[in-house]
């Protein structure tokens, strides 16, 4: 998908309770030089310990076909273009942390490749143990073999994944240069030891000394160090220091610990990883370069140190940087979860390995897990595919020796809340923060995240949160998009609404308060009940997806989206210009409203849509569901 799964997981679970969450350039001809087909890769039979095969099924894209099944202990799906350009993409995902069924994700790009006349291809794997990058790497091989077998050799095979995926694809690059062309790792990691950066910066800040670390359950060690957080000069000390710890300062890395924290669940993976001993830093230098009322000398001597056990080498499989086809990296400058300096560690280990002329790495400026828009993601597949086929080699960043506060200038298609560039954007001056306290049953929410929506004063309704609002000792801020810059979003006479995000599980305010005449703050001290989820919310009809000119080109962002019922509109949206909580700039969101608020917006009636005023073809019904829905100009 064009923004981390966690987001659009997180935008669907609000988006039913409420209303109220491109194209590239034409491919050149496959080469009819054949290749040999390598001998096949073995794989295990049956899924791994008690992991259980998921349904592969899936519904193929217009003007393709899908195939699916088992192959040994995995599922998989395939999707064949009608008009196949020769080429195969294989998707590799990230990390299920145990899940107990094997699916399959699709690339987030899916339609991009269809449109195009690329083939794609994604494995499920036989297990979802977190370390299983080079098993990922070994049954992907085996499902190019499945499709070369049914298909034949694809002219030109590229692979490409997220996260855990991203390091399979770059252990695939060194690995299986006779199935693969070029590789396009996503966020890929490094190695794990970063999960001890908030051990280590929170035990300093909390005063937890080696000794007290030693002889203490972890459990009490993460407790006492969380209830010293809540203190705001605490914790802003703890975030200097962890961004230090991560690669030093870079765009959005602050805003990328608050992430990590909120959203990753960064204190349960640094506790279990802990836990397990698969880190070690025992023989780490730490260097500390911020203001953070410590020299690297004074943290070093005081830094909690934590020695790896025995699943320490099973955790471990890192690439060697022995690459053998041309590799193009993505990475988010903010994050903290894979942050820069294992970025820079693969560097660094392809120029040892002598490869250097293999690789190109870019960063985005975003401060989440795999924060990249369809457009980046795009734009980097399509520079790879040039470099490969036609020997452009494309430009990158020098990670090693570029000052941090500049990369990702050259590579961010979408601004960022945080960044001067979304300052910058149509109806920014219109925004309003939101901020205050709230409350769950009459308690202070000390953990999650706080979204927004917006009801017109005809009813109609959106998610107009620009940004997450982290909630932290009850207190919560977050900037809100007026009609000016998202379509349907702040306007004279609007109301606006909270939503509140345990675990995937929506609740909202039992509040509406009136968007402010004159822009600037609002102050909203909300409650949410559990006896109550619904609180002032009704049920929608969600539509996702890309809005495309009929060549296949992403429309420009401001673009209107409206749904209609016969003749009432009875939604409206447009194309952002930012990356938002919900969508990127290539992506709508839009919610259709319940007969509660426009009586003529019935349940169960054909819902009939038009991009700037203009019809297109696609249609659906009005039934509370989410849908993802590509809509094509004429």
Not at 331 to 355: F, H, K, S, W, Y
Not at 465 to 471: I, N, P, R, V, Y
């Amino acid at each position: 998908m064009s923004f981390p799964s966690w987001r659009l997981l997180v935008w669907i679970a609000c988006a039913a309770a409420v209303i109220a969450c491109g194209a590239g350039k034409d491919a050149p001809k496959a080469t009819p030089t054949p290749k040999p087909i390598p001998s096949p890769v073995t794989f295990a039979e049956q899924p791994a310990l008690d992991f259980a095969w998921g349904d592969p099924m899936f519904e193929s894209l217009p003007g393709a076909t899908a195939h699916f099944g088992r192959l040994g202990g995995t599922a998989y799906q395939i999707e064949m273009p009608a008009e196949w350009n020769g080429r195969l993409v294989l998707f590799l995902h990230g990390s299920r942390s145990f899940e107990h069924e094997l699916t399959v994700d699709a690339p987030g790009i899916r339609s991009y490749l269809i449109r195009n006349g690329y083939a794609w291809a994604a494995s499920s794997y036989s297990s979802n143990v977190p370390a299983v990058a080079g098993l990922a790497a070994d049954e992907t091989a085996a499902l190019w073999d499945k499709f070369t077998q049914q298909f034949g050799r694809p002219a030109y095979t590229y692979v490409t994944g997220q996260s855990l995926g991203g390091i399979a694809s770059i252990l695939s690059a060194e690995q299986y240069p006779d199935r693969y062309d070029g590789a396009l790792p996503l966020c890929g990691a490094m190695y794990p030891d970063s999960f001890l950066d908030l051990l280590v910066a929170g035990a300093y800040v909390s005063g937890v000394t080696q000794q007290e670390f030693d002889s203490t359950p972890s459990a009490e060690v993460y407790s006492r160090i969380r209830d010293v957080l809540k203190s705001p000069d605490k914790f802003q000390q703890f975030r200097n220091l962890v961004v230090d710890l991560t690669g030093g300062p870079r765009p959005l890395a602050d805003r990328g610990v608050d992430v990590d924290i909120a959203v990753f669940g960064a204190w349960t993976n640094s506790q279990l990883a802990v836990d397990t001993r698969i880190v070690d830093n025992t023989s780490t230098v730490y260097a500390i370069s911020r203001d953070t009322g410590v020299t690297s000398d004074q943290f070093n001597e005081a830094a909690v140190r934590v020695a790896k056990g025995p699943l320490y080498e099973t955790f471990n499989i890192q690439p060697a940087g022995d690459i053998q086809i041309p590799v193009l990296t993505l990475n988010t400058t903010g994050e903290t979860r894979i942050p820069i300096d294992e970025v820079r560690e693969l560097q660094r280990r392809v120029d040892a390995a002598g490869r250097s002329n293999l690789l190109v790495q870019r960063t985005v400026r975003d401060p989440y897990h795999c924060g990249f828009t369809n457009p980046e993601w795009e734009q980097g597949f399509e520079d790879l595919v040039d470099w490969v086929e036609q020997g452009d080699k494309p430009k990158g960043e020098d990670v090693l020796n570029t000052d941090g506060n500049d990369l990702g200038k050259k590579f961010t298609l979408s601004p960022r809340i945080g960044l001067a560039e979304a300052d910058g954007v149509p109806g920014a001056d219109m925004r309003v923060t939101v901020s205050g306290t709230a409350t769950l049953d009459g308690a202070p929410i000390d953990t999650g995240l706080i979204t927004a929506s917006v009801r017109s004063a005809v009813g109609l309704g959106r998610r107009c949160a620009l940004e997450f609002g982290f909630l932290h000792s009850g207190e919560f801020e977050l900037p809100l998009a007026a009609d000016e810059e998202m379509r349907g979003c702040g306007q004279p006479g609007a109301k606006v609404f909270l939503v509140y995000d345990p675990n995937g599980r929506s609740l909202v305010s039992r509040e509406l308060i009136d968007w402010p005449a004159t822009g600037g703050r609002l102050s909203f001290n909300a409650t949410f009940s559990s006896a109550d989820p619904m609180g002032v919310g009704h049920p929608s009809t969600t539509f996702v997806g890309e809005a495309l000119h009929g060549s296949g080109e992403h429309l420009e962002p401001g673009a209107v989206i409206e749904a209609f019922i016969g003749d009432t509109r009875c939604g409206v949206s447009s194309l952002p210009h930012l990356f938002t909580t919900t969508t990127d700039s290539s992506r709508y969101d839009l919610a259709v409203v319940s007969p509660e608020l426009i009586p003529a917006c019935q349940t169960g009636e054909t819902i009939t849509f038009r991009i700037d005023g203009e019809p297109v073809a696609a249609t659906a019904t009005h039934d509370l569901q989410f849908h993802q829905l590509e809509l094509v100009l004429p």
